[in-house]
């Protein structure tokens, strides 16, 4: 299962309250994306909550075609965005952290501790495989990213 199985809306019973709709609790599942990218009903949230969801759309569903966003945009988006906040020296706790105040949404530390470690298991593999193939300059980036990662 995908880390982004695994991202929730936060308050999201306040938020189906306040849209009189029904909405899966997953921030990426087919139907909250469809809310999210095409705005409809979104007025009716708190300041607050609405402007977080506006700024999750824009960041993670703003593609050039439409099409993108069924075809795994959005989450390839959103695991670059956590990947780049490991980067900067955050740990799972404080990922969580930051993107429940940025967006508005949620996971469970674990969850995002496994992917983290997922992310750098594979590109291990893909710089032994970049070695192996003799493409040591492509390697070395590979390591770079380990090495900015753990």
Partial sequence: MAITDKIYLKNHRQIVSQLDTQLPKSAFAGATIDVLYSGEGLSNLDSATRDRLLDFASDFLDC????????????????????????????????????????QVYAYSGDVLTFLDDAVRTLEAAEDLARVDGNESHADRLAARIDRLT
Avoid: H, N, W
């Fill in 64 to 103: 050039k075609d439409e099409a993108q966003l069924y075809s795994g945009y959005p989450e390839r988006t959103f695991m670059q965005y956590l990947l780049e906040l490991r980067e900067q020296g955050l740990g799972p706790d404080a990922i969580v952290d930051v993107m429940g105040a940025d967006y």
